[in-house]
């Protein structure tokens, strides 16, 4: 567990460094460590390390893992919501960083209003077109923005993208420029603040801080690899 430790320092060193060649302070990015399919020790090593929001993908996990952790952990939710799952959500996570479809934020509005919460959320955006990927893709936000954003209960702080798999971390620049510049179009053009951008991860989130992100999503370069067996029995429980 203290490599736990050390690699939180490393990754929050280099979370530094590329904030200052960015011309940024380090403080304005915020550090969410992906626990998925880690085990409840490893998520207490990082808090004793000082880690506060962890980043879980799979609600039964989350429902599972949750109650066993001190109260001061945050939670975002980082992975793909299932609709029949979004009631059980939302009283875990203080923001979910994957809203995919107008038809998902619809039904989390109306649970929330159910429940009597507000919601914090980030639309996903699939800059790159890629068609095993999920998101909204940018022409079909624009249409539909206007209708997100009267959605009472939800709040959307900003956007948030998986580029594709490269083999170099470079390739990724690109695309972290384009969801840079669209959520700067769409806070002008709809008198919005979206200060939230979530993109960058263990491979890229250096790229990503250069390029403006507020939010990284670090997981293997803090926990390390998840086994295969690990994630297989995970997701037949799901």
Do not use: C
């Amino acid at each position: 567990m203290e490599k736990i430790a050390e690699n939180l320092k490393r990754v929050r060193a280099e979370i530094s460094d590329a904030a200052e060649k960015g011309g940024r302070a380090p403080g304005d990015i915020e550090l969410i460590a992906i626990s998925k399919t880690h085990e409840t020790e490893k998520v207490r090593a990082a808090l004793d390390a000082g880690q506060q929001i962890f980043g879980e993908s799979r609600v039964q996990e989350a429902r599972a893992k949750i109650p066993l952790l001190p109260s001061s952990a945050r939670w975002h939710f980082v992975g793909r919501l299932q609709k029949n799952k979004v009631r059980h959500a939302l009283p875990l996570f203080e923001l979910f960083h994957s809203i995919d479809s107008i038809e998902l934020a619809r039904e989390m509005d109306r649970i929330a209003g159910e429940e009597g919460l507000r919601v914090r959320v980030l639309l996903e955006v699939n800059v790159a077109g890629e068609g095993s990927k999920i998101g909204f893709a940018p022409d079909s936000l624009r249409t539909q923005m206007e209708s997100l954003l009267e959605l009472p209960r939800l709040t959307i702080e900003g956007l948030m993208t998986i580029p594709p798999l490269a083999p170099e971390a470079e390739a990724s620049r690109r695309y972290f420029i384009a969801l840079r510049e669209l959520r700067d179009q769409f806070a002008a053009q709809f008198q919005v603040n979206l200060p939230q951008l979530s993109m960058g991860m263990s491979g890229d989130f250096a790229l990503a801080i250069e390029e403006g992100a507020t939010l990284v999503r670090v997981g293997t370069a803090i926990f390390g690899k998840r086994t295969p067996a690990r994630l297989v029995s995970e997701n037949a429980a799901e």
